[in-house]
């Protein structure tokens, strides 16, 4: 994973949106961009958020290697709660950029937004993958099928 950037913001000049934080709270924006282990094309853009007050120390750790849910783990920051969303939007030129893609093409972006037990919000994530590069798919069970007879 290439990390492109990693800087001290206001909440409200975030990419992602920090429900429940004031606008001038600072944030940790980390954008990252993982790449296909095979031909290391680009892959997926993560771009994540994390109030600066919960995690003062993340932007020491190596960025290419650290996950989030992990460094909280460590630090003994608490998820309560975690949400995901998947949208299809369409590329902007800076993250059309890093996926070497046209901008303006349709692409699967999933958020994620996760909250400590006390319900302040831990991060909020954008993840843009690119077309092709993975495969998606819900699958139901029904574990308890009914009698055909």
Do not use: C
Not at 25 to 44: A, L, S
């Amino acid at each position: 994973m290439d990390a492109v950037a990693g800087v001290v913001i206001p909440a409200g000049k975030a990419f992602v949106t920090l429900p429940g934080l004031d606008d001038l709270e600072p944030v940790i924006q980390i954008t990252r961009v993982r790449r296909n282990p095979t031909d290391d094309t680009p892959t997926v853009v993560e771009i994540a958020a994390i109030p600066f007050s919960l995690t003062p120390e993340l932007l020491e750790e190596s960025l290419e290697d650290v996950s989030v849910r992990a460094y909280f783990s460590a630090h003994g920051i608490e998820i309560a709660r975690s949400r995901m969303y998947f949208d299809p939007v369409l590329l902007d030129e800076e993250n059309a950029r890093l996926l070497d893609l046209a901008p303006g093409i349709p692409v699967l972006r999933r958020r994620r937004l996760m909250w400590q037990s006390n319900g302040q919000i831990a991060e909020s994530a954008a993840y843009y993958l690119k077309p092709g590069a993975m495969e998606f798919y819900i699958e139901y069970s029904d574990e308890n099928p009914s009698d055909p007879s």
